[in-house]
């Protein structure tokens, strides 16, 4: 799967953003507090309905629909949307999910089986890395 363009809207600390990766790799970086963490957490909302750092040990009372959406908005107001390639499917599919519904991933009906195939891939949850994850792979040595 490829990602062509992704909007954020009111989740976390982002209000709205797009981005346009037209299906080429993209780095997320800035300074301590300025929503890196909300577009990761975004992608895997979206893949998933769910946000992996929001759930299990340590995050005792943290609810999605009252802890995902941005601050003064209404899970009815937050939702990641995007545009993906997916192998061997021509075309470009739009797939959208809100805070309001998180386990309704929108799309065309004609594209539902696909979008259900990368849905179930996601749900393996090997598309999120800790970030302990990601230091030991930037910090290892090349083994050639």
């Known amino acids: 799967m490829r990602l062509i363009e992704l909007e954020i809207n009111n989740i976390r600390g982002i209000k709205n953003l797009k981005i346009q990766p037209n299906g080429n790799n993209f780095v997320v970086w800035g300074a301590n507090g300025s929503g890196k963490s909300a577009v990761i957490d975004s992608l895997d909302f979206l893949l998933t309905g769910k946000v992996s750092r929001l759930i ?15 601050i003064d908005h209404s899970p009815q107001e937050a939702y990641v949307r995007a545009l993906i390639k997916v192998k061997n499917h021509e075309q470009p599919i739009e797939v959208k999910r809100s805070m309001a519904n998180s386990s309704l991933l929108e799309c065309e009906d004609s594209h539902k089986p696909i979008v259900e195939a990368v849905e179930k891939f996601a749900q393996r949850g090997q598309h999120v890395l800790t970030r302990r994850e990601i230091l030991k792979f930037i910090t290892s040595e090349k083994l050639f």
């Open 56 to 70: 299990g040990a340590g995050t005792k009372g943290i609810m999605l629909t009252k802890h995902g959406p941005h």
